[in-house]
């Protein structure tokens, strides 16, 4: 039995169950502060005899195994989670190995597996959402460098009619910046899910999408992206990426039929669950 954790901003969800993703029980718990959060998380899996725990988090985090903070979330603009020993809690109360990696890599590790890139040994996973980010797998394995890459927040090229200033608190009009959930809330003056009619929303958005994804198959030659995150469910953004996608791309790189190149994850709003009990189980395997 595993346990699983896919930690984010707004909650918590928590699962148990095996490698092969399935999944036995879970529950959700809203992300508040550590003790509250945290207590109720460990209740949780207190009810199981679990073996290991996989951690999908929300971050900046530290995943770097040399690191003196390996195991914590880092800079997060959430103040009580900020400086977190998020794998040394729950290594405290269950004795058992610890997996940890971000909320996107988890859910790419799930979608490479078991989800729509499974078979293939490299995929690219992004979420649009209350952020931007992604995760890949590379060779079989997640990527992973100094720390975590962070390709949410590259630069492109702005919309010569775009006047709208970018939501990231660190660099404005990056890639999160632009194209969001809040950053579409805030220069459309409404929620995306008020603005489905409005085809001017959607084909901004894959005209940023389109951007990123340019860059990131130039560099990692993804055999698939997936991509999900709360705006994704606007279906219009895929239309607007195939698009805009062979305009930039301008025949340079063989591409394969973007519909089936560029996809909804596989394992709907499971991938990141799924991907923690992976997490779990790779953390059990590095220690037999
Ligand atoms: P999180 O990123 O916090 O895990 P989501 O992936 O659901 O959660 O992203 C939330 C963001 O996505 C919000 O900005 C929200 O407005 C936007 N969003 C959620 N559902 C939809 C939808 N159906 N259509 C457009 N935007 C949506
Ligand atoms: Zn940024």
Request: net charge negative; glycine share 12%; proline share 5%.
């Amino acid at each position: 039995m595993l346990g699983a954790v896919e930690a984010g901003g707004t909650k918590f969800v928590c699962a148990v169950g095996d490698e092969k993703g399935k999944i036995i029980d879970t529950i959700k718990i809203p992300t508040t502060v550590p003790e509250e959060t945290m207590s109720m998380v460990i209740e949780f899996f207190k009810q199981y005899d679990i073996e290991s725990i996989g951690i999908g988090s929300f971050g900046p985090i530290d995943v770097n195994h040399e690191s003196e903070t390996y195991g914590y979330i880092t800079s997060t603009p959430k103040l009580a989670w900020r400086n977190y020993p998020f794998v040394q809690a729950l290594e405290e109360s269950f004795g058992v190995p610890v997996g940890f990696n971000t909320d996107v890599n988890a859910a790419a590790l799930g979608e490479a597996v078991l989800g729509a890139a499974k078979g293939l040994d490299s995929c690219l996973y992004i979420t649009v959402g209350t952020g931007i980010g992604a995760g890949a797998v590379v060779n079989g394995k997640l990527l992973q460098g100094l720390s975590h890459p962070e390709m949410g927040h590259i630069i492109v090229r702005r919309h010569p009619e775009d006047t709208y200033n970018g939501k990231c608190p660190y660099h404005a009009d990056c890639l999160e910046g632009l194209a969001s959930g809040p950053a579409i809330e805030e220069r459309w003056g409404k929620k995306g899910v008020s603005l489905i009619k409005r085809n001017e929303v959607w084909d901004l958005e894959g005209y940023y999408i389109a951007q990123a994804l340019m860059q990131y198959i130039l560099i990692l030659s993804p055999k698939k992206i997936i991509l999900g995150g709360g705006v994704m469910n606007q279906t219009q953004v895929f239309t607007s990426i195939y698009k805009y996608l062979p305009e930039l791309l301008k025949d340079y790189v063989t591409m394969p039929e973007l519909s089936s190149y560029i996809v909804s994850p596989g394992l709907g709003d499971r991938a990141g669950i799924t991907g923690s009990l992976l997490l779990a189980n790779q953390a059990l395997t590095e220690k037999e």
